[in-house]
């Protein structure tokens, strides 16, 4: 990357969806390394919107900085990013020359308790990577921007690193992933069948308060963890096998690894030490309907869990209508004040502003 040798302004402006992941990311290492490789899908309606005004000067000589979420400054946001640009200044040559301008906003509810860094992080990556193409005459290959957006997105926060592709993506290096790498994510949509493309992922709200223990503080008890090498090993093994599985759009098998990981995550928080029980007793009521309507009518849903308490509840598209009405009857009562977020798999960042 060039020296910055005259002033520069701009507006850039990018939505971001969050992800769901299929085979977590729990655990890592170095700068934002992942322990094992993850896969995710990339959701549709719940999205950060970011607005960038770059002024970038070769006389400035102090990164600067303004944030607003919704509307307001936020000083804790504005810290976060602060830190993000600083501790990873090596990859901003340009950085003291840089003075930002950043308004956020999310399509979901501050209050839904859903991770939304992916998905902010997501739209911050997008936008450095669009004002960087602006500053430097654009990247030497198209695929390139999307490759940096990525690494960018992973460095403030792993899970990131997937939301800046549509449909289905791998982050860490997979023998059984064509291109998978630590550093960024790739997607993986070429052979997936058609099932998984419109896949829903339906968010039940157990809980909207904020998480019990950070993702860093998550990832940093796997470092010890007397169960870290059979995870990892154990998460290897469901990149394989889902390969196929989605390439045939087997949902049961499909299923199987979904929930799989899920209660994997949460077992590995249970017996770690220090200790975390994330789900609620509304979380385990949920999942006991899920999988006993599951068996009595044979309906093809299944749930995941991030690492909090909300469920994630994952169908075809052909089933959506009666989903609605069966979440409805049998699974909103046991959200808080009844919130549910309808997502499906989407077709990743879309920009607003910008060229
Ligand atoms: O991206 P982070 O550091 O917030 O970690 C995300 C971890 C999980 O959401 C639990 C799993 C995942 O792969 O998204």
Known sequence: MKQITEHKTGHIEWQSPSNIAIVKYWGKHGNQLPANPSLS?????????????????????KFDLDFEFEGKPSPKFAERIQKYFERNAADFPYLNNLKLYLKSRNSFPHSAGIASSASAMSALAMCIASMESRLFGGFPEKSMFRMRASHLARLASGSAARSVYGGLVAWGESEFIANSSDYYAVPVNENLHDTFKSFHDTILIVDAGEKAVSSSAGHSLMTKHPYSE??????RQHMEMLKEIMEQGDVEEFGKILENEALTLHGLMMNSDPSFILMKP???KIIEIVREVRESQKFPWYFTLDAGPNVHLMYPHEVAD???KLITELLVPYTQGGQVLYDQVGAGPRKIQGE
């Open 41 to 61: 899908f990339t959701l549709s309606t719940s999205y950060s919107q970011t607005s960038m005004e770059f002024d970038v000067n070769p006389d400035r000589k």
């Open 230 to 235: 059979m995870r990892y090993f154990t998460a």
């Open 282 to 284: 509304n979380t385990l």
């Open 322 to 324: 009666e989903a609605r």
